[in-house]
Nanobody, 123 residues
C-alpha cells in the first residue's frame, strides 16, 4: 500500500504561483511513477503532469506546458508541482497519484491516490 498526502493548495490571483507537494509513504518511492491530476466541479479528473521514477523524464498536458513544472525528491519521498502564471481555468482539486507500472499521463494506470488539495484562481 502507498499513502499519499497533498498540501500547498490555496487561493491565488490570476498570474500568481503555487507549489503543491505530495508526500508518499508505505512503499519504496523510487519504484513509483508519479503524476498530478485535477478535477474541476462537474468535470472528470484529468491529467496534468507525470514524472518517471528517477525523475529523468516528465510529461505535461498541453494546457499547462510552459507554466507548470513537476519534480521529485526521492530522498524526501515527495513529488512537487510548481504552478506559475495561474489562470482561473486552473481552478480544481489537485490530486497526486502513484503508479507501479510504466509512467504515463493515463489516469487509469494509477494505483494509488491522495485526498486532494483545492486550488482556486481568482480573476
Amino acid at each position: 500500500q502507498v499513502q499519499l498526502v497533498e498540501s500547498g493548495g490555496g487561493v491565488v490571483q490570476a498570474g500568481g504561483s503555487l507549489r503543491l507537494s505530495c508526500a508518499a509513504s508505505g512503499r519504496t518511492f523510487s519504484n513509483l511513477g508519479m503524476g498530478w491530476f485535477r478535477q474541476a466541479p462537474g468535470k472528470e479528473r484529468e491529467s496534468v503532469a507525470a514524472i518517471t521514477r528517477a525523475g529523468s523524464t516528465t510529461y505535461y498536458v498541453d494546457s499547462v506546458k510552459g507554466r507548470f513544472t513537476i519534480s521529485r525528491d526521492n530522498a524526501e519521498n515527495t513529488v512537487y508541482l510548481q504552478m506559475n502564471s495561474l489562470k482561473p481555468e486552473d481552478t480544481a482539486v489537485y490530486y497526486c497519484g502513484a503508479t507501479t507500472m510504466r509512467t504515463t499521463l493515463l489516469r487509469e494506470k494509477y494505483d494509488y491516490w491522495g485526498q486532494g488539495t483545492q486550488v482556486t484562481v481568482s480573476s
